[in-house]
């Protein structure tokens, strides 16, 4: 089976309802053999790494010893909201061309200060991957689930979507949701998509 991630991004409102939600898709994808891309945020990013978390260990052995990453957590900084992922620029240096990803994808990159700029790089790893810990040939995301508010583009998950949606890469925005009855079908849709790649 080929490596498989999405990202489980969105705002810091992302309401209750909708993190429960996240929660369980990203205990459900884990389960399918899916791996995280997040970046310990408060709010979205929290309640999809807590699926992963509540559902088994960071890491698991594909049956020869090696371990397998089921998340892959991006931190603009180490400690990052109190995260202890090792996915830092310490660790995981920004490359040029996430820098030029970034500075040429952000609408007003030279208003941003350096700790916003920090974060919105590590955006790019989110949807991109990373050599450091893809190695030479960096896999894309398969599809991004997000949260933000109206399903606009807002706040730093606007800077991850638009570089998804410039790669052709499906989002599925569950704050385009205005009934319970819209939540469960871009649910539904998530789970469609997840098995399309899975072939």
């Known amino acids: 089976m080929s490596y498989l991630a999405y990202a489980g991004i969105g705002s810091r409102e992302t309401p209750a309802v909708t993190l429960e939600v996240m929660h369980h898709i990203?205990?459900?994808?884990?389960?399918?053999?899916?791996?995280?891309?997040?970046?310990?945020?408060?709010?979205?990013?929290?309640?999809?790494?807590?699926?992963?978390?509540?559902?088994?260990?960071?890491?698991?052995?594909?049956?020869?010893?090696?371990?397998?990453?089921?998340?892959?957590?991006?931190?603009?900084?180490?400690?990052?909201?109190?995260?202890?992922?090792?996915?830092h620029p310490a660790n995981v240096p920004f490359t040029d061309e996430q820098i030029y990803v970034a500075r040429t994808t952000h609408p007003a990159w030279h208003r941003c200060s350096p700790s916003a700029q920090r974060m919105h790089t590590r955006n790019v790893s989110q949807i991109l991957g990373s050599e450091f810990v893809n190695g030479p040939k960096v896999v894309p995301v398969k599809f991004v689930v997000c949260w933000t508010e109206g399903g606009k583009l807002k706040g730093g998950t606007?800077?991850?979507?638009?570089?998804?949606?410039?790669?052709?890469?499906?989002?599925?925005?569950?704050?385009?949701?205005?009934?319970?009855?819209?939540?469960?079908?871009?649910?539904?849709?998530?789970?469609?998509?997840?098995?399309?790649?899975?072939?």
Not at 57 to 79: C, D, H, S, V
Not at 162 to 180: D, M, P, S, W
């Open 158 to 199: 606007a800077m991850a979507i638009r570089i998804a949606q410039a790669c052709q890469i499906a989002v599925i925005n569950l704050g385009e949701a205005k009934t319970a009855k819209e939540l469960e079908a871009l649910v539904l849709q998530v789970d469609s998509l997840q098995a399309t790649f899975k072939g």
């Open 26 to 87: 990203g205990a459900y994808l884990c389960s399918q053999g899916w791996t995280l891309r997040s970046g310990a945020a408060p709010g979205a990013d929290t309640a999809f790494e807590k699926g992963v978390d509540d559902h088994m260990a960071n890491t698991m052995t594909n049956g020869t010893g090696q371990f397998i990453r089921r998340k892959e957590i991006y931190l603009p900084w180490k400690g990052f909201n109190g995260s202890t992922s090792d996915l």
